[in-house]
């Protein structure tokens, strides 16, 4: 099992507990960033008011030779991966389970 975590607003982390990622609205065609576990200082991300949830999102071993695949900033970004819009469903279906903390 691999571990990755996405800092969200309430209303993503919402529809992301019962299907998954979900794309934002209007926002259909950009990517989704996730990052291996501790990867991610949510205090760097932004506006506070925007990144009030942290989603664990446990999956199948091999997702993270997967994501690989998309890398475009590995060393920029170590241990962050990008995942195409088109292939958000595609990673929903690695997911085992999913775990939604408030911050």
């Not at 099992?1 to 950009?30: N, T, W």
């Not at 970004?77 to 389970?97: C, L, M, S, T």
Request: hydrophobic share 30%; aromatic share 8%.
């Amino acid at each position: 099992m691999e571990i990755f975590e996405r800092y969200v607003c309430e209303a993503e982390a919402e529809a992301s507990k019962e299907r998954g990622l979900q794309p934002r609205p209007r926002h259909e065609r950009q990517p989704k960033w996730i990052g291996e576990l501790g990867s991610i200082n949510p205090k760097t991300l932004g506006k506070r008011k925007n990144y009030t949830h942290k989603l664990e999102m446990y999956t199948m071993a091999g997702t993270r030779e997967w994501l690989k695949l998309f890398e475009t900033k590995p060393a920029n970004e170590p241990g962050r991966y990008e995942i195409p819009a088109d292939r958000v469903a595609e990673f929903n279906q690695k997911i085992q389970h999913l775990k939604v903390t408030k911050l």
